[in-house]
């Protein structure tokens, strides 16, 4: 099924979308954040927390915060050096107030950028040994076919999580995604080790990824085809977890470039700068981003706001460019939304889903289940997310989050889980080859619809490179919400490079997206 869009309106879109983007990257590349200097230190080896649990990159960023603009991360590799320790030795020794390096300056800077690339250099060979790992698992096992069953956990418990999640692959389940702990992601810090608390979700951790990889790669043995694991990188933290993710073979990772300002209130600046170095780690790791434009369908109308989702999908599209990751790792969303009880719903829904396929035939799309519009009634959920399963396959959706008959009502037991997939199951084998049978008309509703979200989607683009990207989220022109460019949590982490900045990670991981491409 092919709408037959006009290519030149798709191609000019893209186009506003670039002029958007572009002063939004110069300021990217003229800042650094606490979360960006904190994730070249973990990529460079330093883990671990003090005995109050605050981890040993928070302390050293913290202890060195006046410097920040210079890059941190040579300075720390040659003061270990210096002084025979290591990295978490040296940051114990600051945390007990025993060194202090507020002073240090390197005898050799070029030495000092040596040490910390020879540092980082060795860490990410990991990364890449991770890489090759996954391709070895899908060689040897192979994947579900498109659409990949998404399937969440969500207990508080990693070690409850481990469960569901091997049973949701055991039911046929393609992906696993560890929902985090509610309000993670304004934390300025990443929690250290196993945890089983939490709520509404799970504490992402580094040990917390290890252990649920670890039963994915058992239970992907047992059942004969690589199961993918997804998590967050999002919030305060995104460059750090993304980091984290790299080091543990995380597959997925839901990380939007504007989702942490619209709905977390997180500074703009900060999101941005974040955003970039959590998609270039992503790049290097071959990990595929989720994107959160169906979040805006949650606060804004379905219909009148479809338009907000192309654009935003375009705009994610080009962050993403920007920072090295290809098409085929950009899992751009939207959702299907659209009050059921309306007159011709259904055409609705499918005129927005052949059209982000159309737009993006070459990403991994992440479509997203019914929420706003669902009830306490189960069976018209049931029937409801068979709809949203059925126009998955119906338009070539590439990862199908699957939608629980109990949304809206507690947290999914493993019955409703079970129920989602096998809905999902019945829908893609029965309608598997169906698109291929059918034509849409040169003149239909669904052309001339998906035609006008287009347009619409063009206008609010051309609208926004007038008046810039921040002033736009500031005025509210995505999902009703308004967040002002000076407001939010973290502004206070942002900090100007200085003219002598210098962060080797940031050339590793230009070199090996320049390379492959």
């Known amino acids: 099924m092919h709408l037959g869009l006009d290519p030149g309106k798709i191609r000019h879109a893209r186009e506003i979308a670039r002029a958007i983007t572009e002063p939004i990257l110069i300021k990217i590349l003229a800042h650094t954040t606490d979360s960006v200097e904190r994730a070249t230190l973990r990529l460079m080896g330093l883990d671990g927390a ?48 025993k060194i202090d390096l507020r002073d240090f300056q390197p005898a050799d800077r070029d030495a000092a950028g040596a040490e910390c690339e020879r540092l980082l250099r060795e860490n990410i060979r990991r990364v890449e040994r991770q890489v090759a790992a996954r391709d070895g698992f899908v060689r040897e096992l192979g994947q579900g076919e498109p659409p990949w069953l998404y399937v969440i956990v969500a207990t508080g418990n990693i070690y409850e999580d481990v469960v569901q999640a091997q049973m949701a692959a055991r039911q046929g389940a393609d992906i696993i995604a560890v929902i985090r702990s509610t309000a993670q992601s304004l934390l300025d810090y990443v929690p250290e080790g196993i945890t089983t608390t939490g709520f509404g979700g799970t504490y992402a951790t580094q040990a917390n990824f290890r252990v649920m990889r670890e039963a994915l790669d058992e239970v992907s043995r047992e059942v004969g085809r690589y199961i993918r694991l997804v998590n967050y990188a999002s919030g305060l933290c995104m460059p750090e977890i993304a980091a984290m993710g790299a080091l543990e073979r995380l597959d997925m990772m839901l990380n939007d470039s504007m989702y942490g300002i619209l709905f977390r209130d997180i500074n703009p600046l900060r999101t941005f700068i974040d955003q970039h170095l959590s998609r270039m780690i992503s790049a290097y790791a071959r990990i595929i981003i989720n994107t959160g434009e169906d979040n805006y369908l949650t606060t804004a109308d379905a219909v009148e706001a479809a338009h907000t989702v192309l654009a935003s999908d375009l705009i994610n599209e080009r962050f993403a460019h920007e ?43 992440k479509f997203m289940p019914p929420t706003k519009h669902m009830t306490g009634d189960i069976f018209r959920g049931y029937a409801l997310n068979a709809m949203f399963n059925f126009t998955g396959v119906l338009t070539g959706q590439s990862i199908q989050l699957l939608g629980m008959l109990t949304e809206a009502m507690h947290t999914p037991f493993l019955m409703d889980r079970a129920l989602a997939i096998n809905n999902a199951r019945l829908m893609f084998n029965a309608a598997r080859h169906l698109a291929e049978n059918l034509e849409i008309k040169p003149h239909s509703w669904l052309l001339q619809r998906s035609a006008e979200v287009l347009d619409r989607a063009i206008t609010m683009l051309e609208r926004i490179a007038e008046i810039g990207l921040f002033q736009a989220i500031a005025d509210g022109m995505f999902a009703d919400i308004k967040r002002p460019p000076e407001g939010g949590k973290g502004g206070d982490g942002v900090v100007l490079k200085s003219a002598d900045y210098a962060n080797p990670l940031l050339k590793i991981l230009t070199e090996k997206v320049h390379g492959r491409h």
């Open 50 to 97: 003090d005995e109050d649990d605050i981890p040993y990159p928070n302390i050293l960023v913290r202890h060195l915060r006046d410097r920040l603009g210079e890059g941190l991360a040579p300075l720390v590799a040659q003061a270990a050096k210096d002084r025979g320790l290591s990295l978490r030795e040296l940051a114990y020794g600051v945390s007990e107030e």
């Open 323 to 365: 920072a090295g990751l290809p098409a085929d790792l950009m899992g751009l969303g939207h959702a299907f939304e659209v009050y059921p009880e309306m007159t011709d719903s259904y055409l609705y829904e499918l005129a927005q889903a052949l059209l982000i396929r159309e737009v993006f035939p070459d990403h991994p799309i």
